[in-house]
């Protein structure tokens, strides 16, 4: 297949989790043969921290604005056979009108970022990234999140077939390496500063920093504001490419996932960073939502953290105990969270949709979770 892609970011991994499932997806889609075109536009603060420049298969196209690219972006379309436009694209609603106009291909939207879509909708606030008819015309709409999300992009923006598409990670960039130095922490954390976490990471990751003066605790990650209550035992690393994480998890002898408030609400809607972590043989303690059980078996292959008390038991735990839940958690990811795995969910969604599309002239049922 030829699949056109109008997105936020794929060559910049900078305070942004879009760039590195994208790799991975459009990895693994080359891999069985299909052909990705990725337009992004070309904005000042992903240019400075740009740490990819091609699509391997395919292409990346750089734009400047929406006029000086709509008839290179209709001229791919003509041929393409999937035809998508994402969450946050910054021209999302145009790049949308466009690719409704692409007759022969299945045309989705992908939402990855559907619990920030649903508390703007909620809020009363407009959403960039979908126009006002909201999502009904197109042939399927992808979401990064499960469960009552998937209803809910149905009922309200008229969504007719729905799956998810989750997370995932790409075992060829992330897996076990050696540790370094200036990375090895008995507990790490990486990810973006956000507000909204930033109660959960007191509890879960600064309180626990200060009853265990004697441990290292490290946080890699942009946007951390001066003002954060560092610890003299936590550690910063202000920004680490998607190359660095490998090293970065596998020289933590646990790792901490927070998820975003609107994530964890919603549930359902696993973070990148859990694969990521699973893939390098790193156990993971995380904070709790609903169907985090369906993606990792909880004290199996992770472990669950509510308060600090939680994160002091686990660091107590023994190096055996440890590699156990690493090793088990990092066979669930491997058997089941692939980026190879999602390439193939994602094509018998798009076989769903053309098989309905040609037979009821474009309608077609929701897909549950």
């Not at 991994?13 to 891999?31: D, I, M, V």
């Not at 299909?34 to 699509?55: G, N, Q």
């Not at 008839?71 to 969450?87: F, G, I, Q, Y």
């Amino acid at each position: 297949m030829k699949i056109v892609i109008f997105g936020l970011t794929i060559s910049s991994s900078w305070g942004n989790g879009h760039a590195t499932l994208w790799r991975g997806l459009c990895r693994a889609l080359a891999k069985r043969g299909h052909k990705v075109v990725f337009f992004e536009k070309d904005v000042p603060y992903y240019a400075a921290t740009r740490d990819l420049f091609e699509i391997p298969g395919g292409d990346l196209i750089l734009y400047e604005d929406w006029v000086s690219i709509r008839h290179r972006a209709d001229a791919e379309l003509k041929d393409a056979d999937m035809a998508m436009v994402t969450s946050y694209c910054p021209d999302g609603i145009a790049a949308g009108d466009l690719l409704l106009t692409a007759l022969r291909a299945t045309r989705v939207f992908y939402d990855l970022d559907t619990p920030v879509t649903f508390s703007r909708l909620d809020a009363g606030e407009p959403i960039s990234y979908i126009g006002p008819r909201g999502l009904g015309d197109f042939d399927l709409v992808l979401s990064y999140t499960g469960g009552q999300a998937i209803r809910r992009l149905q009922t309200e923006l008229g969504a007719r077939r729905v799956a998810p598409l989750y997370g995932h990670v790409d075992p060829d960039v992330h897996r076990p390496v050696p540790s370094i130095q200036h990375y090895v922490s008995d507990l790490s954390y990486l990810g973006t500063y956000a507000a909204d976490r930033q109660e959960a990471l007191q509890r879960l990751f600064i309180d626990p920093a200060a009853h265990h003066s004697d441990r290292r605790f490290l946080i890699g990650g942009a946007q951390y504001p001066e003002d954060f209550p560092w610890q003299p035992n936590i550690h910063y690393v202000r920004h680490l490419p998607p190359s660095e994480h490998p090293a970065f998890f596998s020289s933590s002898r646990l790792t901490l996932n927070i998820t975003r408030q609107a994530m964890a609400e919603m549930g359902w809607c696993p973070s990148g960073r859990l694969f990521e972590a699973a893939a390098c043989g790193t156990p993971i303690l995380s904070d709790n939502w609903e169907g985090l059980d369906s993606f990792f078996e909880p004290g199996r292959e992770i472990l669950i953290a509510g308060d600090t008390e939680d994160i002091v038991t686990a660091l107590d735990l023994t190096d055996a105990e440890l590699k156990r839940i690493a090793k088990a958690g990092r066979e669930r990811a491997l058997e089941m969270h692939t980026s190879e795995h999602r390439a193939k969910e994602l094509e018998i969604l798009l076989e769903g949709s053309t098989s309905l599309s040609s037979s009821t002239g474009g309608s077609a049922a929701m897909m549950e979770a």
